[in-house]
């Protein structure tokens, strides 16, 4: 299983920037995919970004245009930048990862992924 640590969370005011990392142990398998959730106050946890091992990308429709995943295979970090932050965005943000491959659709599907890590919380100040 793999080990997964993220990091670079914080407090900022709206309109600012953030970029969170997410730390893997190792991926032993050629195909992956590797996702950011997060769960704000009082809410249920909901898909944000996800990217597969080829680099096919899906983000949550609020996010869209403000939030960019990447990854370094090298590395084998996942990064969430995220830009123009809002309070709404304000929440636990996990990261996660999968094995094999699925539908693009199905990336924010959270029983698809096996690892998960502890979370890092980001609170966006108004």
């Known amino acids: 299983q793999v080990q997964l640590v993220e990091s670079g969370g914080g407090s900022v005011e709206s309109g600012g920037s953030l970029r969170l990392s997410c730390a893997a142990s190792q991926h032993t398998y050629s195909s992956y995919f590797m996702g950011w959730f997060r769960r704000a106050p009082g809410k249920q946890r909901e898909g944000v970004a996800a990217i597969t091992s080829d680099g096919t990308t899906n983000y949550a429709g609020s996010v869209k245009g403000r939030f960019t995943i990447s990854q370094d295979n090298a590395k084998n970090t996942m990064y969430l930048e995220m830009n123009s932050l809002k309070p709404e965005d304000t929440a636990m943000y996990f990261c996660?990862?999968?094995?094999?491959?699925?539908?693009?659709?199905?990336?924010?599907?959270?029983?698809?992924?096996?690892?998960w890590g502890q979370g890092t919380q980001v609170t966006v100040s108004s």
């Open positions: 996660a990862s999968g094995l094999g491959s699925i539908p693009s659709q199905s990336l924010f599907t959270e029983w698809r992924y096996n690892s």
